[in-house]
């Protein structure tokens, strides 16, 4: 039994920039297991600093080494993982790597694919694409190229003070496409006017406005604007979903896997937004092409009725850690069909890409 930990640094295509800042590569850590002849593989979605949330690659590291490593020995369920893991205190991205990664194992185990076991499956992924931050005719230019491909939904980052003529200028060039936007935290309630401007561009919803771990303000929020509030940041576990739609901070929940601790954690957030009539879509972080399978997989469930930020691995990367990199066609991916996540590594390029590994078991 082995589980080994890569630092893999892949530079994007293209800077992303949030309102928290820009992105020039991805510095991935990806996670392998073996035992009894099965190679099992994650994605831990921290990255380089703590700005999306206070995990960064060190902290995940460290966490995984130091308290979670051990726990795998056994070869535990997801399930039983995590109740193994209940005394650590969130560190949600170190622990769904692992999370995920046990997903991934008992799947291949029993030559089933992840798809599968993740319950009743739509057997596609509905695929919208997120747009970073640039000039306006950057952005004119990357929402014409989307809709050309297919995709089903447009998100724009914005940043304060800026979000109004960005989000202007595309709904005046394209007035029909599904549109959102995504704030990343930075407002606050006091730019609920600023806020409301955006009531009349029809978006679908306004991604994240408040703080990272905020509800009651979104609560409020929700009570002043018209478009609907999705939270990404502020939803870390179901127990919090719950609240969320219980007070009505959120008519729609982001789900990414990395940020609420796995897969078992976001199905039960799921469920709990469907019982309050909201809808869910999954979100990604830059991911390769490792962790945007376990993403794929999610958003083919029939839980997910929303497209999700989960475009093909052309649009971040020159070249994928995977020999099969995923397709969109119609708006639409559909899942790898061979056992686990179905990905096959690229392994000399994995190799050359690798700046540092770690063993821990
Ligand atoms: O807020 O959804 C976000 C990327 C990094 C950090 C936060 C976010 C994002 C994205 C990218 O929007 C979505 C993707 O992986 O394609
Ligand atoms: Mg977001």
Redesign the pocket.
Known sequence: MSLTVRMVTLPFLAP?T?SFGT?AKRDALILQFDSEGVRALAECVT?VGPY?SYEDNQTALHVMRDHLARLLKDRPTPQEFMMAAEHIRGHNMAKASMEMLLWDYHSKTRGVPLTRDLGPTKGYADVG??LGIDKEEVTLKRVEDAVERGYQRV?L?IEKGKEYEIVNSVRDAFPEITLSA?A?SCYRLGDAPALKRLDRFGLIYL??PLEHDDLLDHAKLARMISTPICL??SITSAERARQAFEIGAAQVV?I?PGRVGGLGNSIQIAKAARQHDGHVWV?????TGVGRSFNISLASTRLVDYPG???PNE??FAKDIVKNPFRMAGGRILPNKAPGIGVDLDDPFLARVTKKSWKLL
């Open positions: 992303f949030t992105e990255s999306y694409i997120s998100k980052k995504d990343n991604e994240q990404d940041e982001n990414k979100g990604g972080m830059l991911e930020d989960t475009s649009k971040y």
